[in-house]
């Protein structure tokens, strides 16, 4: 089983700022085959980026994902207001699909 | 567009079967290249993906669920099931339905139900 870590587990920034959120695999994830999700609090999580980098329909180009191998990024490139929440990557390179822990993006 | 509902149980006691069910609407259970899957959220936790299945009705589940889980699929009510044997306070959670594409990532997902295994 790919075990998936995130780091910070909580990032407080100020709306306009720049969101880095890093995703590390324990090993190297397949053909870059890496989701990541926003949810909200009562809301189910809703899919922003799969295959690494490519944006899930209707999610705004501030949102972006890079990486490969066993380091992946989602970066937020200006906080607004409902972007504040919590963000978990998923991999699916192999069988057993596993999610991070999370990153809370909170409001500074 | 795709949508999906949980209904089942909110309560269920322990060593008893917790059975939901996902009923999908705007599209058919039995297009090609979507799996249907089950993922669950304890409180204030992260997210475990339980298991899918395919139309035809071949399954995968998480290795760590396996012994317990068993997920079916019903084509003529567009609708899949998931039971899960033997519960304790663990298996407490929100559990969640998805749209499982190839079977990559998940999109999209049903709202949720959350089930409370106590007597």
């Known amino acids: 089983e790919i075990v998936l870590t995130q780091s910070p587990g909580t990032l407080s920034l100020s709306p306009g700022e720049r969101a880095t959120l890093s995703c590390r695999a324990s090993q190297s994830v397949s053909s870059s085959y890496l989701a990541w999700y926003q949810q909200k609090p009562g809301q189910a999580p809703r899919l922003l980026i799969y295959?690494?980098?490519s944006r899930a329909t209707g999610i705004p180009d501030r949102f972006s994902g890079s990486g490969s191998g066993t380091d992946f990024t989602l970066t937020i490139s200006r906080l607004e207001p409902e972007d504040f929440a919590v963000y978990y990557c998923q991999q699916y390179g192999s069988s057993t699909r596993t999610f991070g822990p999370g990153t809370k993006v909170d409001i500074k | 567009q795709v949508q999906l509902q949980e209904s089942g149980p909110g309560l269920v006691k322990p060593s008893q079967t917790l059975s939901l069910t996902c009923t999908v609407s705007?599209?058919?259970?039995?297009?090609?290249?979507?799996?249907w899957s089950w993922i669950r959220q304890h409180p204030g936790k992260g997210l475990e993906w339980i298991g899918y299945?395919?139309?035809?009705?071949?399954?995968y589940y998480n290795p760590s669920l396996k012994s317990r889980v068993t997920i079916s699929v019903d084509t003529s009510k567009n609708q899949f099931s998931l039971k899960l044997s033997s519960v304790t306070a663990a298996d407490t959670a929100v559990y969640y339905c998805?749209?499982?594409?190839?079977?990559?990532?998940?999109?999209?997902w049903g709202q949720g139900t959350l089930v409370t295994v106590s007597s």
């Open positions: 299945i395919y139309y035809s009705g071949s399954t």
């Open positions: 705007g599209g058919s259970i039995s297009s090609g290249g979507y799996y």
């Open positions: 295959g690494a980098s």
């Open positions: 998805a749209v499982n594409w190839n079977p990559n990532w998940f999109d999209p």
